[in-house]
């Protein structure tokens, strides 16, 4: 293997060599970079947005751009809301959508061969920020060629001339060091596309004489039995990186390819960290200096950050003297599902930002995978929407408002409606209850505001019939309406609360259901026992208007 | 809707953890993923191994494009009927 530094990739390329598959020769690779640079000079582009599924591409897209001195961003997605963000940043998007660039309509006259300036800030990442905002993180290739360099010496003399392939999008910092730059330096061939299914991951791999998986703990998670296991151990080593692989599916695939991933921390922000492989701790990357602020979050320098910056963390950490660490969880509101970063402080807002909610806090829940619950508060008109078009409906336009901020797996899959959030006496939701709330099932009872005896021995309620009671599902989809068997039911429940009754229950009469009563609805409800004839009067009214009432007939 | 239609939405539903949605909510030869359901790639992943699991079967994974069993419940249904073991 011969090692290509990377600001040298564009000079003479070594005869016949492969860079990616399928088929893309140095030779060709560099051609296409260089007649890209001159197409993008010529259109006087300076800020370039690439966003492109086939690797080959995006590195021919990128040492183009570099040899003409144009900085490229890379958006994590195509989405109208991340375009308007970007659009203030960018000359140009190159892309497969319609409408923008494709990579064939930039073929200009080539630029001369030339070394890339390593003090260029050529790169650009996009990424969520705890704030709401979306970040932007520039890079100079300097740190993407100390990041390369730093991989090569830990593992490129096993990998030797393996064939990378990726089940990640090389849009994001791990898949492009690990699928594109570092195979690209190294002389190793890459998979152009990413192969997200354990099936195809399978059948791309065994007909390579040699391999390597670049993964996400997403699939590493999610591999079957169905899998040639035995062929598959042949993998050189298997890379994951995006957010943390849970032990028992690492110690599983050490089962089953007699060799544990390597995993890999790191981020957007501070690019590689550290490594680690059947073990707790991370072991640091060479040049890599760790400390920690007051709250125990990772203070990071390091030859992959520009020189002499520190960048803080938001990644609690135990350090030990020997320079290991064990993460401790992160000290902030970002949330990773299945490697994608989530800003729930962004969502909220946007979810806030809907006619239908006054205030929306989001959490994390934990099923066969990790989805995001919400907490809504609704307006005035949600409370009408939902009352006169059901809760899916509501849900629906919802999840569909907030479709243009995020990628579907952010939308929220669960939902909690209600009419204001509680708070604590701080007047703060702290997350523990929000994912309390969102972990609890629907409820099922009214929301009790006051009751105190009235003058004939009896009681009065005053009740509010929760917007997100369980039973409106099926009462009616699209018309919720609070059943007559259930106000029954309260009226029992609520009476047996506040005055001893015979525990048996003998019959109803004279039930009157005048009413409907709807989600939000404010009721009283009169009760009183009738203790020589074992009858309990009921009455639900809403304001003036009676609702219901009727007697329930006790008995030992 | 055959019975083993309903049983393979109803999976659908519990293994993806979908709220509001019923059986008949999901047209059985529309796209799964994509905009429909709001279904993503690691849905896929999950789906391939609840299915498994539930009928006690296996995807071959030698053979080409596994993937386009569960474009539909129409695709996995007739996937399901022809792989499932016979019941005694």
């Known amino acids: ?556 | 809707m055959s019975r083993l239609q309903l049983e393979i939405k109803q999976l659908i539903i519990d293994a993806l953890g979908l709220e509001d949605i019923a059986p008949e909510d999901i047209v059985a030869d529309e796209p799964l993923f994509g905009d429909g359901l709001g279904l993503d790639s690691v849905d896929a992943l999950e789906l391939g191994l609840a299915i498994q699991k539930r009928f006690g079967i296996r995807i071959d994974a030698e053979a080409k494009d596994t993937r386009k069993h569960f474009a539909n419940v129409d695709s996995l249904t007739a996937f399901v009927e022809a792989n499932r073991p016979a019941v005694a």
């Open chain 1, 1 to 556: 293997m011969n090692w290509t530094p990377l600001q040298e990739l564009l000079l003479e390329a070594p005869a016949d060599a492969l860079a990616a598959l399928p088929e893309l020769t140095r030779d060709r690779l560099r051609e296409r970079a260089l007649a890209l640079a001159g197409a993008l000079q010529a259109r006087r582009i300076t800020r370039l947005a690439v966003h492109l599924d086939d690797a080959g591409d995006l590195a021919i897209a990128l040492l183009g751009a570099w040899r003409a001195g144009v900085r490229v961003l890379l958006p994590a997605d195509l989405r109208p809301a991340s375009r308007q963000r970007l659009a203030q940043h960018v000359d140009a998007w190159l892309s497969d959508a319609a409408g923008d660039l494709r990579i064939t309509d930039l073929q200009g006259n080539p630029l001369p061969a030339a070394a890339l300036d390593l003090d260029f800030e050529g790169l650009v990442l996009c990424t969520s920020g705890s704030t709401g905002a979306p970040k932007l993180i520039a890079k100079q290739l300097r740190q993407l060629a100390n990041e390369v360099a730093t991989l090569e010496a830990l593992w490129g003399a096993e990998l030797g001339s393996a064939c990378v392939i990726g089940s990640v999008s090389a849009q994001h910092i791990y898949g492009l060091l690990f699928r594109v730059l570092w195979p690209l330096c190294a002389g190793r061939p890459f998979l152009r596309q990413a192969q997200p299914f354990p099936e195809d991951l399978q059948q791309a791999s065994l007909v390579r004489p040699a391999f390597c998986w670049v993964a996400s703990p997403a699939l590493l998670k999610r591999m079957g039995d169905n899998l040639d296991w035995p062929a598959l151990s042949a993998v050189r080593r298997v890379f994951s990186s995006g957010g943390p692989l849970p032990d028992d599916a690492a110690r599983q695939l050490e089962r089953r390819l007699g060799q544990a991933p390597t995993q890999i921390y790191g981020s957007s922000e501070t690019g590689g960290v550290a490594w680690r492989q059947a073990d707790d701790y991370w072991q640091p990357f060479a040049g890599v200096e760790l400390s920690q602020d007051a709250e125990g979050a990772l203070r990071i320098a390091s030859p992959c950050l520009p020189n002499g910056h520190v960048e803080q963390t938001a990644d609690a950490a135990e350090l030990q003297s020997d320079g290991r660490f064990r993460l401790l969880g992160r000290l902030d509101r970002i949330v990773k599902l299945e490697e994608k970063r989530i800003s729930l402080p962004m969502l909220e807002q946007a979810l806030a930002g809907h006619a239908f909610v006054s205030e929306a806090r989001l959490g994390v829940i934990q099923d066969n995978r990790a989805y995001l619950g919400a907490l809504v508060a609704l307006s005035a008109e949600g409370l009408h929407a939902l009352r006169n078009g059901g809760r899916r409906a509501l849900i629906q336009a919802l999840r569909q408002h907030l479709g243009r901020y995020c990628e579907a797996l952010a939308l929220p899959r669960r939902w909690r409606l209600l009419l204001e959030l509680p708070g604590n006496a701080q007047g703060k939701l702290p997350q523990t209850e929000v994912d309390a709330l969102l972990q609890a099932p629907r409820t099922l009872g009214p929301d009790c505001l006051k009751r105190h005896p009235d003058d004939a021995g009896g009681w009065l309620l005053e009740l509010r019939v929760p917007p997100d009671l369980a039973h409106f599902g099926g009462h009616f989809p699209a018309t919720p309406v609070l059943p007559g068997v259930v106000q029954i039911d309260w009226a029992l429940g609520l009476a047996r609360e506040l005055m001893d009754l015979p525990s048996r229950f003998r019959g109803m009469e004279v039930l009157k259901f005048q009413q409907l009563a709807r989600p939000g609805d404010r009721l009283a409800l009169a009760l009183r026992y009738d203790q020589a004839r074992g009858k309990l009067y009921f009455a639900y009214r809403n304001g003036e208007t009676p609702c219901s009432s009727g007697r329930i007939l006790l008995g030992e």
